[in-house]
């Protein structure tokens, strides 16, 4: 097989694949965004008691994402 043939070969094939991955895109089921805008708000207001990006922590010490440590200039 030569060099020419193996490109042509390999075109196709990423044109296969190209097409396999269009087919599974196109297969996936939609949604409006305004139905999953809906979804997401009726969530965040079910779960507010639990979100402490909205309600905080009672303590500082209660964060596990602050800094444990201060960085110092030297």
Same mark, same amino acid.
């Given at each position: 097989?030569?060099?020419r043939s193996r490109k042509l070969q390999e075109a196709v094939q990423r044109q296969k694949d190209?097409?396999?991955?269009?087919?599974v895109e196109a297969s996936i089921r939609r949604q409006k965004v305004s139905?999953? @805008?809906a979804d997401i708000v009726q969530y965040c207001q079910t779960h507010l008691? *639990?979100?402490h990006l @909205?309600?905080?922590f009672a303590k500082p010490s209660?964060?596990?994402?602050? *800094?444990?440590q201060r960085c110092s200039i030297l």
């Open positions: 097989m030569d060099a190209l097409l396999s991955q269009l087919q139905v999953s @805008i008691n *639990e979100d @909205i309600k905080g209660d964060n596990p994402f602050s *800094e444990k």
